[in-house]
């Protein structure tokens, strides 16, 4: 069994910071891309951005040089840190992982996290 466990939501203020954790624990071999998703009220969820095992990046334009992601192989650990949040970043955030259980296992990118709340107020 494979879980996913956030922290780090919290609320800001406009122009305020958060840091965003992900962990990754049980019957795993290695991780794959992990990432982070957001869904806000009455919206789709969206990837925000996303990291390859060997740390490349992609992000969603609307978080481009405000989010930086990344990431501690080690630990199974994602992280994301926000800077200068703004009101449009309120929403539920998710982790979400490519998980290989054994060695002969494909990687499947169905692990999802619980979500974390982030809230901002202008």
């Known amino acids: 069994q494979v879980r996913l466990v956030e922290s780090g939501g919290g609320s800001v203020q406009a122009g305020g910071s958060l840091r965003l954790s992900c962990s990754a624990s049980g019957t795993i071999f290695s991780v794959g891309n992990m990432g982070w998703y957001r869904q806000a009220p009455g919206k789709q969820r969206e990837l925000v951005a996303s990291?390859?095992?060997?740390?490349?990046?992609n992000y969603v334009d609307s978080v481009k040089g405000r989010f930086t992601i990344s990431r501690d192989n080690a630990k199974n650990t994602v992280y994301l840190q926000m800077n200068s949040l703004q009101p449009e970043d309120t929403a539920d955030y998710y982790c979400?992982?490519?998980?290989?259980?054994?060695?002969?296992?494909?990687?499947?990118?169905?692990?999802w996290g619980r979500g974390t709340q982030v809230i901002v107020s202008s």
């Open positions: 979400n992982a490519a998980v290989q259980i054994a060695p002969r296992d494909p990687h499947l990118p169905g692990y």
């Open positions: 990291i390859d095992s060997g740390g490349n990046t």
